[in-house]
């Protein structure tokens, strides 16, 4: 059974930090691309930072860079964002998602992936 479950989320002060995990099952991760996604109330779920299957191109939005990482652990099926200098407009519902071996990182996070997990709130606020 194919099965994507994030955790990890939470509420946060500004500034603060937090890491999200993702347990996959059913999966060969290393044969995926990965990829965290950010959705708020009214607006369309929008890729934040995406990973190449091997790791070796990751494509992270602008909002995030310098302040959020993507990554993996094969052997474990796992899938973490480290997320640092929170800010409110970090505030969404949080979304794993992972996609077949020939997608680009890029195009990942701005068409999205094939497999999602359920998401995980973040609210970042005092």
């Known amino acids: 059974q194919l099965q994507l479950v994030e955790s990890g989320g939470g509420l946060v002060q500004p500034g603060g930090s937090l890491r999200l995990s993702c347990k996959t099952s059913g999966f060969t991760l290393e044969l995926y691309s990965i990829g965290w996604f950010r959705q708020v109330p009214g607006k369309e779920r929008e890729g934040i930072v995406c990973q190449s299957s091997r790791g070796d191109v990751t494509h992270i939005g602008n909002s995030a860079k310098g302040r959020f990482t993507i990554s993996r652990d094969n052997a474990k099926k796992m899938v973490y964002l480290q997320m640092i200098s929170l800010r409110p407009e970090d505030t969404g519902t949080y979304y794993c998602?992972?996609?077949?071996?020939?997608?680009?990182?890029?195009?990942?996070?701005?068409?999205?992936?094939?497999?999602w997990g359920q998401g995980t709130q973040v609210t970042v606020g005092s």
């Open positions: 998602g992972l996609d077949h071996i020939d997608t680009d990182a890029e195009d990942m996070c701005q068409e999205g992936a094939r497999y």
